[in-house]
């Protein structure tokens, strides 16, 4: 029985090696899409990257006004927004220095985010948006799945679909959550509408939406915007308040 | 709900209608049915004005929810409706002709919504009180007045409401309704309804939206002094049937009109007393506009054509069809206010 037992987990972390050990890839690109090698030093001479190209953690990966990238390699979908800069340490650990990405993945992962001030560490499955923000840190927007949210000073949180997490400072906190309307983001979201391939979870993101419509007793009529401090997140109203 | 004369009731003289001795006794169970509160969702769904433009992470709106999804909504509902042939009676179409207005208070609980990762379940209880009045008087009719037929329902369901990610929206529950006469007070016709459905709606174009709608229940009735005879082949069992049902509706958009032709085809088979062996099948037809006046105050205008067929005969091997074949025709208008909570 015991050796029953430790065959299985050998099993299991020599799979889990391969599969989080994987290198993403680019499977789709559109518009200027450079990366910068950091492993030459006292240079910074950005080149051009296309389909195919390892993302290797020496890449720094920067998207122009309309560049948009995506890696999809063992299940896990990753794409860059625009005039976004970021490396992948992994598959399953990115750094994102200014705007937004989305991960992707029905399988449950460790997956590390990090920005120049703040990292969390996600336990789970699912479909998650990440904006960097001006105050070093980054929103975490879970569009569906299940797990949790792990930071150094905030301890874990679990992951609601459509509820928004500020992750702040550093050591890592979180601030603020916000319920978002899933279904405006995901009319609006061009990570989730400008890229050939659907996403995987389309379907729960489905179900999240039909959650949120459930519990919904109204619907402000603002927009979050940027956090430009600890203290201080952008809020933009367009009317009153719909109860 | 469908009333209607017995076979023989409606060779009764005229001169015992008048004097009163109108039997009003009941040879049909219900048409009620659980409701589909996926349907009613899509259909209510209102189009969110606030167009924004896109971004890469898109438009982060903050949204006020319950913490259980628990909630509770009131309603009042009227109705006033020409129905052609309210008595469901065999042979032409337009038989005892008469306007109905229906009042119903009604109420529904949502006991929480539960997330069981590819199915969300939401239990319902609901409720409703609905009084029916026939208020047209027509000399001409056989009966001149129908309001002897008016009766208070009262109705009650448990409902399990269980989405899956594929879009289909499966439910199960159980109905208990009671009819009880306005003029004598006395229970005419009580009923529990256990039943299971299926809805999937799916997008036609921009601007139509299909649902399809699967049904199936038993109808376990106890009917009181049924159809008026003390024949020993009637029994208070005798309207306990089951059902299949299948209604497919286009849902069109237009501003803030919902535009709703639907058709429905139900089979329902009786095994009791009376009703050995029959079988109905029962097709309709209906046209719903719908316009929210605001958030909980809404206008409708509703038709809708039905016929019945019957199969089969009865102990004397008279065909239930000349029975029970009939043809209706409705159209009516509404207003209904709900508050939420």
Redesign the interface.
């Not at chain 2, 898109?58 to 913490?67: D, F, N, S, V, Y």
């Given at each position: 029985m015991f050796h029953t037992l430790l065959l299985y987990n050998a099993a299991f972390f020599t799979a889990a090696f391969f599969l989080y050990g994987e290198t993403p890839s680019v499977t789709f690109k559109v518009g200027i899409v450079d990366a910068v090698d950091l492993s030459i030093k006292d240079k910074f001479d950005p080149f051009p990257i296309d389909v195919n190209t390892t993302l290797t953690p020496d890449l720094l990966i920067a998207t122009g006004s309309n560049g948009r990238v995506e890696s999809n390699v063992n299940g896990i979908y990753w794409r860059l927004g625009c005039e976004t800069m970021g490396k992948w340490n992994s598959n399953t650990d990115f750094y994102l220095d200014s705007g937004s990405l989305l991960f992707c993945n029905s399988n449950d992962n460790h997956i590390k985010f990090s920005t120049r001030e703040s990292t969390a560490t996600f336990y789970g499955h699912g479909t998650i948006i990440i904006e960097a923000t001006k105050n070093g840190g980054f929103k975490f927007i879970p569009l569906e799945g299940k797990g949790y949210i792990e930071t150094q000073k905030g301890g874990s949180k679990k992951i609601v679909g459509g509820r928004m997490l500020l992750c702040l400072g550093n050591p890592s906190y979180f601030g603020d959550a916000y319920d978002i309307d899933i279904m405006l983001m995901l009319k609006s979201s061009r990570l989730i509408n400008s890229f050939p391939s659907p996403l995987p979870t389309f379907k729960k993101i489905g179900l999240a939406i039909y959650i949120q419509e459930l519990k919904l007793k109204g619907k402000y009529n603002a927009l979050i915007g940027d956090a430009t401090s600890e203290t201080n997140l952008q809020i933009w109203s367009f009317g009153e308040k719909v109860e | 709900m469908i009333y209607k004369f017995s076979y023989l009731s409606l060779f009764v003289s005229a001169s015992s209608l008048l004097v009163g001795q109108i039997n009003s006794n009941r040879i049909d169970s219900t048409d009620r049915s659980l409701p589909s509160p996926v349907e009613e969702?899509i259909k209510n769904k209102v189009n969110?004005s606030?167009n924004?433009?896109?971004?890469?992470?898109?438009?982060?709106?903050?949204?006020?929810?319950?913490?259980?999804?628990l909630s509770l909504d009131f309603g009042y509902n009227t109705r006033v409706s020409y129905k052609q042939n309210p008595l469901g009676a065999p042979g032409i179409l337009d038989q005892q002709a008469d306007l109905v207005w229906e009042n119903s208070f009604n109420s529904r609980a949502?006991l929480g919504?539960y997330?069981l990762?590819?199915f969300?379940l939401?239990p319902f209880l609901g409720g409703a009180w609905t009084m029916t009045d026939y208020t047209h008087q027509n000399a001409d009719e056989a009966i001149p007045d129908l309001g002897v037929l008016n009766h208070n329902t009262t109705t009650a369901y448990l409902l399990f409401l269980l989405?899956h990610?594929?879009?289909w929206a499966f439910r199960a529950g159980v109905m208990y309704s009671n009819d009880r006469s306005a003029e004598t007070d006395t229970e005419e016709y009580k009923e529990f309804y256990p039943s299971i459905g299926a809805t999937k709606a799916h997008t036609i174009n921009e601007y139509l939206l299909g649902v399809l709608d699967l049904s199936a229940g038993t109808h376990l009735g106890d009917v009181e002094d049924a159809d008026g005879s003390t024949s020993s082949s009637h029994t208070a069992d005798e309207l306990d049937h089951i059902d299949a049902t299948l209604r497919y509706s286009i849902i069109y958009n237009l501003d803030n009109f919902k535009i709703t032709p639907s058709y429905s085809v139900s089979y329902r088979k009786y095994d009791n007393g009376f009703n050995f062996d029959r079988s109905d099948v029962l097709q309709s037809i209906s046209l719903d506009v719908d316009y929210p006046i605001t958030e909980s105050f809404d206008l409708s205008i509703f038709s809708n054509y039905a016929r019945r067929t019957s199969s089969g005969t009865d102990e004397a091997q008279d065909s239930y069809s000349t029975l029970y074949d009939f043809k209706k025709f409705d159209i009516g208008a509404g207003l209904g206010i709900t508050a939420s909570f």
């Open positions: - | 969702s969110d606030s924004v433009i896109s971004s890469d992470t898109g438009a982060q709106r903050p949204l006020i929810l319950t913490k259980s999804g949502k919504v997330d990762d590819t969300v939401t989405q990610q594929s879009g």
